[in-house]
């Protein structure tokens, strides 16, 4: 009797050789997918960081807003100073309006402390000599009031001045930026011209660009607001 051996074509297993480049292509596969992964991440830290810059700053530039649209007017302060420009500052003498009480001056300072863009204001007066201090204690950062935090990561501040329809950048420019400062001439009595020639007649200000740096923003931005109510 003959015994016949029945060979199986059953599946055989994988190689050795089979399973490390198996095991090579899913680790290549991973490093990109992790490449990938790491860009997309990256990418979104980044543009989260930004829009929280650019809304902080819009916040600093509505509370600017407010502050230059209650700027006092130059024959309220007379001959005293109401607006300082300066590097990565600017000083403002602004009215403060409170329900049943008369109208108070405050000086408003904007600094630029440590990266921080910071905010701080004097207490409100209405006696002009009580002003004067006030304003040199703020110039002078001498003033003991504690500053508000408006934005952290803030690399510089430029301020520039609307005077005579063009722009004013930097420094301080006394025609432009004191009060009661006409160079040369005497200008005719206020109520015998128009306001915005007079403005003009006295070298004073119309409106402020305040232009913020950041290093998550690829260009500064820039605001402008007129002085004095819209």
Request: aromatic residues 4%; proline residues 7%; neutral net charge.
């Amino acid at each position: 009797m003959t015994t016949r051996i029945r060979h199986r074509n059953g599946p055989h297993g994988f190689t050795l050789v089979e399973l490390l480049v198996a095991i090579s292509i899913l680790a290549i596969v991973a490093v990109l997918g992790w490449r990938g992964l790491d860009g997309i991440v990256r990418a979104r830290v980044a543009l989260t960081q930004q829009m929280e810059t650019t809304r902080g700053m819009q916040l600093a530039f509505a509370q600017m807003q407010s502050d230059c649209e209650h700027i006092v007017q130059r024959d309220i302060v007379d001959q005293r100073p109401y607006l300082l420009v300066g590097a990565d500052r600017f000083t403002l003498v602004r009215e403060v309006f409170t329900e049943n009480q008369p109208a108070r001056l405050q000086v408003v300072a904007y600094r630029i402390v440590n990266g921080t863009l910071v905010r701080r204001e004097s207490q409100a007066t209405r006696d002009l000599v009580q002003l004067d201090a006030l304003w040199q204690a703020v110039t002078g950062d001498a003033d003991a009031n504690p500053a508000v935090a408006l934005q952290a990561g803030v690399t510089g501040m430029q301020v520039a001045t609307w005077v005579n329809n063009t722009w004013r950048q930097g420094g301080v420019d006394p025609g432009a930026n004191t009060a009661g400062s006409a160079q040369g001439t005497q200008p005719p009595p206020s109520g015998q011209i128009p306001p915005d020639q007079a403005a003009q007649l006295n070298n004073d200000p119309t409106g402020l660009q305040v232009a913020l740096q950041a290093p998550s923003l690829p260009a500064p931005l820039v605001k402008s607001f007129l002085l004095g109510e819209p």
